[in-house]
């Protein structure tokens, strides 16, 4: 077979890619899912503060949660930023919940109905696990509104596992060593929760389609706008491979270059597997020895290990048998499958300053002399088919992450862990945590079913919003431009340009640029847009229409009434000294025109030089294409002409 590009959907293809999204956005509500607090962001200073550690707790089965285990070998201070008006004895889990947020529940269902979902009959709230502190109860509450959903895309149908109502979790603020901090006012804000099966193959589609259905969710016009409102996890596997969970990608730029370079990570774990067992390494066979050896490097010149002397700090080192270059394996952009064992030593051990973990190959880079190096692997006795890692910090943090060095060189007997990886912007990524079991759902025993009426579902029905993908269609078939009929479609302006069209006899382009682009640009000069209502706008088409006002007039009459929100439209008119020309009175101006314009030039030049003279007249005042069919055809009448 001949060798694919890599960036080609042949290549993906032979690699057997598969991806699911789950896309979490915020809700658009005036309080919180399960009590009755704002819903509202802080940037201001704390009310206060609170300090909790979470310690793992045996589940129904009497099985503990190896994500359990993994946040309880960090040994973290978790601090919450309380503020009194986003915060209640809920949120920190002394008091059982509220009865559901109704507001959050119809858009939910009105989500699930665009996504063409089963509804449930009853909603059961069942909980989460969440252990990493970002909810100080230990689990999320969350309920199922519909499943086995479906929308299109392109030539195919993307299947929707289920649309789940949840509380969203507490803000990052900070997270270093053993201390991370939270701010709660996030906390318990509702949120939706769009999970697809495995229907994207390649990259583009996986970009493509969370763009679709983000520009669904805000079809709505009752999803929260801004970062942080929407959030994707994607979960990836190839053939061969176990599914890993990229994490909370917050832009739509990361997601395709984010699982291409996931899709090719899988690929370069599986092929180290292949080579380990080449060398017959089995997991029942591997072989690992750990020591200290700080005495070693008394007298050393290595900066680094300068300054762990210094601080009293110890060096461990531990030899991974039969490894040797192993390590220096690429994985991803810039990044050895050397650094899949610093990423779980930051971020278990807590060993956060990097680099945190040094290995065969890079002693000297890193500053150990030769005969530092020599008398390391003799202390040792490892052999060039072996790999050293040293680490280093206190006793308690190195002895976890020896554990984690040695459980990620077992890990990599079996190919690819199941994890949950943090992305970044250049679309590499690194190791957050075990990707939880299949026991982290529960029935949550404080909140009890709660119903879904049949004429709930009717009224939400009658006022769904048309399909996006209907939507798109209809609006290109106008003639829009594809940019202004992407934005038009999730604009909240939407209903009132379709009923300008549907009542004037207006250019629905003209009333859509002015709608999509000229209140943008009045938006950048400062202008508050939103003051515009939907009315207002519609008084200003209907003066167009009428031919009180002209198209060029449209811009100046809606800059002036951004200033003036509560002015009437007929007072914005009279204030910019727009006079209603009557027919007679423009065929007036314009014979007046022809008269006094000299030319001996083409019958073209005539008319554009008259509508010269005409325009400084009548302008803001008369539609420009009625001036020129009126100079036009008097041009061709006249005899002097």
Request: net charge neutral; glycine share 4%; hydrophobic share 35%.
């Given at each position: ?520 640009w009045l938006q950048r000069q400062g202008k508050n847009v939103e003051q515009l209502s939907d009315e207002t706008i519609y008084q200003v088409f ?100």
């Amino acid at each position: 077979m001949s060798k694919q590009h890599p960036e080609s959907d042949q290549y993906y293809q032979h690699l057997g890619f598969k991806c699911g999204l789950e896309i979490h956005q915020q809700l658009r509500t005036e309080k919180k899912l399960f009590c009755r607090c704002k819903a509202v962001l802080h940037t201001d200073p704390p009310t206060a503060t609170i300090v909790r550690h979470m310690r793992p707790t045996l589940s129904e089965m009497g099985n503990y949660d190896g994500t359990a285990l993994m946040e309880f070998k960090t040994k973290k201070n978790v601090t919450y930023q309380l503020y009194d008006d986003t915060v209640c004895t809920y949120e920190m889990d002394d008091t059982p919940p509220f009865r559901l947020n109704t507001d959050a529940l119809d858009i939910a269902l009105e989500v699930a109905l665009l996504l063409n979902c089963s509804i449930v009959d009853e909603i059961h709230i069942s909980r989460k696990q969440y252990l990493d502190g970002s909810i100080p109860t230990g689990f999320q509450r969350t309920g199922i509104i519909g499943v086995e959903g479906s929308i299109p895309y392109k030539n195919k149908t993307i299947r929707i596992i289920q649309l789940g109502l949840e509380e969203d979790a507490c803000r990052e603020i900070q997270d270093k060593q053993h201390t991370i901090v939270f701010r709660t006012d996030r906390l318990s804000i509702p949120l939706v929760e769009v999970v697809t099966y495995p229907d994207m193959t390649t990259p583009a589609e996986v970009e493509e389609v969370a763009s679709l259905i983000g520009r669904l969710l805000r079809s709505t016009g009752k999803v929260r706008r801004g970062l942080g409102s929407i959030r994707q996890d994607v979960n990836v596997s190839i053939t061969g491979s176990t599914r890993v969970e990229l994490k909370g990608v917050p832009k739509l730029q990361y997601l395709a270059k984010a699982v291409a370079v996931e899709a090719k990570r899988h690929k370069a774990l599986l092929d180290i597997r292949e080579q380990l067992q080449n060398r017959g390494i089995t997991a029942e066979n591997f072989q690992s020895d750990a020591c200290e050896v700080t005495a070693l490097f008394n007298k050393t010149r290595c900066t680094r290990f300068k300054e762990v002397l210094k601080i009293k700090q110890h060096i461990y080192a531990v030899v991974l048998r039969n490894f040797g270059t192993v390590l220096d394996t690429p994985t991803q952009p810039g990044k050895m499958f050397g650094d899949e064992f610093a990423g779980r030593v930051r971020v278990i051990a807590c060993l956060d300053t990097m680099p945190n973990i040094v290995y065969t190959n890079h002693f000297e880079d890193f500053g150990l002399t030769k005969k530092e190096i020599t008398k390391l692997e003799h202390h040792l006795q490892a052999t060039p088919k072996d790999c050293v890692v040293l680490v280093w910090g206190t006793d308690a943090d190195v002895t976890t992450a020896i554990e984690e060095i040695k459980i990620r060189a077992v890990d990599a007997l079996s190919g690819v862990p199941s994890e949950t990886r943090q992305v970044f912007s250049d679309g590499t990524n690194d190791f957050e945590r075990i990707l939880p079991g299949p026991d982290r759902m529960y029935p949550d025993t404080d909140s009890p079913p709660t119903p879904i009426r049949e004429d709930d579902l009717s009224r939400i029905r009658q006022s769904l919003p048309e399909p996006l993908w209907s939507c798109e269609e209809r609006l290109a078939r106008l003639g829009l431009s594809p940019s202004v009929v992407s934005s038009l479609c999730i604009s909240p302006r939407l209903y009132v340009f379709n009923r300008i069209v549907s009542d004037f006899a207006i250019s629905p382009v003209l009333v859509a640029v002015t709608l999509q682009e000229r209140l943008k640009w009045l938006q950048r000069q400062g202008k508050n847009v939103e003051q515009l209502s939907d009315e207002t706008i519609y008084q200003v088409f209907q003066a167009l229409q009428e031919h009180r006002i002209s198209k060029e007039a449209v811009p100046p009459l809606l800059r002036l009434l951004t200033d003036h929100p509560n002015m009437a439209v007929s007072q914005a008119i009279d204030n910019l000294q727009i006079t209603q020309f009557t027919t007679a009175d423009l065929e007036r101006i314009i014979q007046e025109a022809i008269a006094t314009y000299q030319t001996t030039k083409t019958l073209d030049h005539c008319i554009h030089g008259i509508m010269g003279v005409v325009m400084r007249q009548v302008r803001n005042q008369v539609d420009g294409q009625r001036v020129y069919d009126m100079v036009r055809q008097k041009i061709s009448t006249s005899s002097g002409l």
